[in-house]
């Protein structure tokens, strides 16, 4: 229920005024200037002026009345017994309706409005002083230009000079330093709790500062303190990634240098193991640790039953340099290090053979790009949840500000409402006051919306980037996980296929590892998005119980090129990947394998030479634990 005392100003307002229309016909008297002008709330005769007995201020008051009516302007009318009025238009474009106003209730209306403007002012100061210091990079020129936007908030503008001051420099007038005027007012600029400056206001004379005036003042203190400490810690940020990603940079590289003498180190530790050849400068083997190369041929038909020098071959480059070669190389899908080490002629000075090591490297290089890939997903993780943590801080700003702008708007409505009824050509932000108040809740209610869609994204990688402990004890919910796990693939799987979601919401919570989970879920959907050759691809990822085993059952289907048979013989040992040329590590499948055996669940696959694949994960419902 409303509240009559809410509205007092309203209602003070009403019954201290009068309305009369073009005949001087009463239209509507408050009942305090009735009972001011007439001494009585009784009703007034119909006209207006036969209420009032002296003829000769009946006849001054109708003039006035018409000098407002002609000029549109305010009139002032001084009654003989201490009644005074203003007379002014009730519409200064067409009506000529008239309202008269007690000189109290008038005065008191020029006070509010003389407050109001102050506020408005203070406001102004406080967003361009923040607007200065957020967008202008140099400090210098945006503290100079804070001092001037100081001055416009006080009372008196021109009356006062300003100045901000920051590690020892002043901007804006140097007549005003703190602790030499009595008449001044300085507000400490704190930051990360160290005093580091002032803003300061003087008064030309001696004069004292409204209560609003320090608040302000206190206000846009702590603001410049904010501001300016988060610029800094920011600008330290940037410079702290800087370092750290030189010293990566320099870590990186000494990590290569380190595996290529591992690798040497390597090869010569297991020289007995490896084939090695000592050759001519025509490649033919003239010594060898290997029977099956034996001690003639060509070392390219010997060791790869080849017809021809290998490209890019070390003993040659060892040869003609006389130096340690070392390269790899590919060869039937296995990788090698072929080292070559000139011998010299210590009479003739010149390389007459050439020991050459070759090495079986296939293991350590799939290792290698395991370790490697670990590395992206760890730095990855890093990132993932720097930027959830950067977006997150701006848009919970955002989202506050926003429920405070639609409280604020629903609290000025009736206002803007009122003022409409007696301004039909009202503008706000050059739109018409009826588009505006249409628009805005909708807008309002729009950024709302976006806000907390980025707050949804931000929670989806903050989960990814969560660190996991390995334990099976997260209380998991199936259908949230698939939607959480899309947040984050959505993206890549729509490139390439259309997604359909068919989500049984009866589905009871299980326990497990929702990150491992997740893991599972992320290479499926990566590979059924990637499986696609044609237009026109869907994936549709399904979930049920089956509850004669009691089981949950997850199921992605794509519509891609399918796998024979003897693809789908090996898609879960590790290192096998029909995807080598593009990076693939032939780990994915294989790990996503034994999770769900951690979960002591089963993965079962169908799959079709161009009709598609499906992937089924089987997960109990029992505990881990106590799961057969």
């Known amino acids: 229920m409303v509240k009559l005392k809410e509205f007092s100003l309203a209602l003070g307002v009403i019954n201290n005024i009068i309305i009369c229309d073009e005949n001087n016909t009463a239209l509507f008297v408050g ?37 407002v009516r002609q000029k549109k302007n305010t009139q002032y009318f001084k009654f003989r017994k201490d009644k005074d009025l203003f007379l002014f238009p009730a519409n200064y474009a067409q009506s000529d309706n008239i309202i008269l106003a007690t000189e109290e209730q008038m005065l008191q209306a020029n006070n509010i409005e003389g407050e109001l403007k102050e506020r408005v002012k203070e406001l102004e100061c406080l967003y361009k ?17 804070c001092a001037g936007h100081l001055a416009n908030g006080v009372q008196f503008p021109q009356a006062v000079t300003t100045n901000f001051q920051l590690d020892g420099r002043v901007y804006g007038d140097m007549g005003c330093i703190p602790g030499t005027p009595s008449h001044m007012l300085s507000e400490d600029i704190v930051i990360n709790g160290v005093v580091r400056g002032k803003i300061s ?13 320090r608040k302000l003042m206190r206000e846009i203190s702590l603001m410049t303190s904010r501001i300016i400490e988060r610029k800094e810690t920011r600008k330290n940020l940037e410079n702290q990634r800087e370092l750290f990603a030189s010293k990566n940079k320099e870590l990186t590289e000494l990590t290569e240098d380190l595996t290529m003498t591992n690798n040497n180190l390597q090869a010569f530790l297991n020289a007995i193991t490896d084939t090695i050849v000592v050759i001519d400068p025509n490649f033919n083997i003239t010594l060898s640790n290997k029977e099956q190369v034996g001690t003639s041929g060509k070392c390219y038909k010997k060791i790869f039953n080849s017809d021809d020098v290998c490209e890019d071959c070390p003993a040659m480059l060892a040869f003609r340099q006389a130096q340690p070669v070392s390269i790899e190389k590919k060869h039937n899908g296995q990788y090698y290090t072929l080292q070559a080490y000139p011998i010299l002629n210590r009479k003739k000075g010149s390389v007459d053979t050439v020991l050459e090591i070759c090495s079986d490297i296939t293991a350590e290089e799939h290792m290698k790009r395991q370790l490697i890939q670990s590395y992206k997903l760890a730095s990855l993780g890093k990132l993932v949840a720097g930027v959830a943590h950067e977006i997150n801080n701006p848009n919970t700003f955002i989202r ?29 932000a050059r739109l ?26 931000v929670d989806g990688l903050r989960n990814f980037a969560k660190k996991d402990e390995g334990l099976l004890t997260d209380e998991v919910d199936i259908n949230q996980l698939v939607q959480n796990n899309l947040r984050i693939t959505s993206k890549e799987v729509r490139k390439h296929a259309r997604l359909e ?31 696609m050759e044609r237009d026109g691809g869907l994936i549709v990822v399904e979930t049920c119980m089956n509850k004669q085993k009691n089981e949950v059952l997850v199921k992605i289907i794509d519509n891609g090129k399918g796998m024979d048979y003897n693809t789908k013989k090996h898609i879960f040992d590790p290192f096998f990947t029909t995807k080598r040329d593009k990076g693939g590590t032939g780990l994915g499948l294989s790990i996503s394998y034994g999770i769900i055996q951690e979960h002591k669940g089963r993965i079962e696959v169908d799959s079709q030479v161009g009709a598609g694949t499906t992937f089924t994960i089987h997960i109990p419902l029992l505990p881990p634990d106590t799961a057969n």
């Open 201 to 213: 206001v003087c008064h030309h004379q001696e004069a004292e500062f409204l209560e609003e005036e």
């Open 432 to 457: 018409n006051y009826e588009v505006f108040r249409e628009n805005i809740p909708i807008l309002l209610d729009d950024m709302m919306g976006g806000a907390n869609r980025i707050k949804k994204i």
């Open 31 to 67: 009942d305090e200037i009735k009972k001011k002008l007439f001494g009585s709330k009784k009703a007034l005769k119909k006209t207006l002026l036969d209420n009032f007995s002296d003829p000769e201020e009946r006849e001054n008051l109708k003039e006035k009345i018409e000098q």
């Open 129 to 145: 002083i923040s607007n200065e210091l957020e967008v202008t990079r140099n400090v210098d020129e945006a503290m100079e230009k």
């Open 400 to 428: 506050g500000n926003i429920n405070i702008m639609s409280e604020a708007f629903r609290d000025i409505q009736p206002i803007l409402d009122n003022e409409y009824k007696e301004n039909k050509d009202l503008k706000i």
């Open 501 to 531: 979601l068919n989500l049984d919401s009866a589905i009871p919570k299980f326990k497990g590892n929702i990150q491992k989970l997740e893991q599972v879920l992320m290479n499926l959907l990566i590979n059924a998005a990637q499986a």
